[in-house]
């Protein structure tokens, strides 16, 4: 049976904007959500608030392949979003990513063009933990000085990865952070040490 | 959306000042409009459906992101005219929640047309509080001013836009300007600036005085008077920008340098004024020129209004204030 979305869509979806604004405009700070949402795995309540709250018929959303091998949770973003789903990352406006682990390298997603740097993919991460510690070292705007950001699973690559990224600006993806009940932002603005 | 007050002549100068209070928690106070009932209810929260709410919250994550650029968005019809705030209103109706408490300022006035009208029109349609002074507000919408009270982390200052193209009264077309923005190309903005010089002998411009931000893109920080560019830079608050009629949306980020751009001989300067406010006799605050009477007197007054009032309530007297 399909899985229930938003108990309260109106305000389900703004108190997770709100998180995830906040999320991006102040990366290395971690926000809350709870979505109350029980989706069908792999999918987790976290990567399912985010799509429920920003997807629709405008955005194509591409899905790791732990994700796609779960035909539920096809259905599920289909029912409650109504986006297409697309099996190229270099065309996706969303990518969910279940195993941050096995995230693929960041440039085969879309970067925007020069005229328009906002035709970006926004990466939305499920990790095991985040938490505010000695791991990722940011920096930029929004943070105040630096911020430290611990992460696991680090994705491959990390963080040499994001300083490629980050070197492209304008040019670039955004990254939103996810673990159980969290959310922390990594826009293409932000510079990362180690 | 003129910042004229209307006066008494005669009158005590303190009692000229409208009341403010009142006007909020009008919700329940407004009377219904005739033949269509308890309409307010019969629209979303907020007033904007939640598709349109969604395209605007993924316009806003990307300005976010890219601070200074200028994000494209399919900008609805609002209930009220372009010019009056509709780019604002939808940005605010996007972030809004049940537990925001908003403030709306035209001008650094609380109490003006445009202010009064977009603070009901929330209360309307989104049933949040509202409130005229800056430190309970977690939302204030703004009209060409930055509050006086410096802001808080807790804090977003949504800006009215009328032009956001900053090169735009120098280049016409879209497509040229977007280039330009594309390969920071702003020599032209340098040009013009130095052309004050050559004509004026200092940097003429007072509002919607050109920033970069971040070091990338230079904006236009809204028609603010050049006073309050130096409110924007590192600025603990997250600031939205939001224009209706030219459907763009912007941001800078909290904690983000602002620079306004100058000349090393030339540096950048805000506006000093002689005297303080007649009112409250705060110095080093935006003061608005007040026409007292048909013979042309004239006082000096905070155009913030909610500064003004709670400096007089602690005790501070102007020339023309009434201790």
């Given at each position: 049976m399909l899985r229930a979305g938003f108990a309260d869509p109106v305000h389900d979806s703004q108190g997770v904007f709100r998180a995830v604004l906040d999320a991006l405009a102040r990366p290395g700070t971690i926000h809350a959500i709870a979505p109350r949402l029980d989706p069908p795995g792999p999918l987790t309540p976290e990567l399912a608030a985010v799509a429920l709250a920003l997807t629709d018929r405008d955005t194509a959303v591409w899905l790791d392949p732990a994700l796609a091998a779960a035909p539920e949770v096809a259905a599920y973003l289909r029912f409650h979003t109504g986006a297409p789903l697309t099996a190229d990352p270099g065309r996706a406006a969303f990518a969910l990513v279940r195993e941050a682990g096995r995230c693929p390298p960041l440039h085969t997603f879309a970067r925007g063009t020069p005229a328009y740097p906002d035709g970006s993919t926004t990466l939305v991460l499920a990790l095991d933990s985040l938490a505010p510690g000695a791991g990722l070292r940011l920096s930029g705007p929004g943070i105040r000085g630096t911020a430290d950001l611990a992460l696991a699973p680090l994705p491959p690559g990390w963080p040499a990865a994001l300083r490629e990224n980050h070197a492209g600006f304008p040019l670039g993806v955004d990254c939103l952070l996810t673990a159980p009940g969290r959310v922390a932002g990594l826009p293409r603005s932000t510079l990362v040490g180690s | 959306m003129s910042d004229m007050r209307e006066f008494r002549p005669g009158a005590d100068p303190s009692s000229?000042?409208?009341?403010?209070?009142?006007?909020?928690?009008?919700a329940g106070a407004l009377p219904p409009q005739a033949g269509r009932g308890?309409?307010?209810?019969?629209?979303n929260f907020a007033y904007l459906d939640e598709g349109t709410k969604r395209m605007i919250r993924r316009a806003l994550l990307k300005a976010v992101a890219v601070p200074g650029y200028q994000v494209p968005f399919a900008s609805r019809e609002m209930p009220m005219p372009y010019g009056w705030g509709t780019g604002g209103v939808q940005v605010t109706a996007a972030i809004l929640g049940r537990s925001d408490v908003l403030k709306v300022i035209d001008q650094g006035a609380d109490d003006t047309t445009n202010a009064v009208s977009i603070r009901r029109f929330f209360a309307k349609t989104a049933g949040v509080a509202t409130t005229t002074h800056t430190a309970e507000a977690s939302v204030i919408q703004t009209r060409h001013r930055i509050p006086e009270r410096p802001l808080t982390e807790n804090q977003t200052l949504v800006y009215q836009v009328p032009i956001p193209e900053p090169l735009r009264f120098l280049e016409p077309r879209e497509t040229e300007t977007r280039q330009m923005h594309a390969l920071a190309e702003y020599g032209l903005m340098h040009v013009k600036l130095y052309e004050d010089i050559s004509r004026h002998g200092h940097i003429a411009t007072t509002y919607a005085y050109p920033v970069e931000v971040a070091g990338r893109y230079v904006m236009?920080?809204?028609?603010?008077?050049?006073?309050?560019?130096?409110?924007?830079?590192?600025?603990p608050a997250l600031q939205l920008f939001g224009a209706g009629r030219e459907r763009r949306i912007y941001a800078v980020p909290p904690y983000t340098k602002v620079r306004s751009l100058d000349f090393e001989d030339h540096p950048f300067r805000v506006q000093r004024f002689d005297q303080p406010c007649a009112l409250c006799a705060a110095e080093g605050v935006y003061l608005d020129e007040m026409l007292m009477d048909d013979s042309g007197r004239r006082m000096f007054i905070c155009s913030d209004t909610d500064h003004c009032e709670e400096r007089r309530a602690a005790g501070h007297v102007g020339t023309e204030g009434v201790a």
């Open positions: - | 000229r000042l409208p009341p403010r209070s009142g006007d909020d928690g009008v308890d309409e307010a209810s019969a629209y236009d920080p809204s028609p603010t008077p050049k006073f309050d560019n130096p409110k924007m830079d590192d600025c």
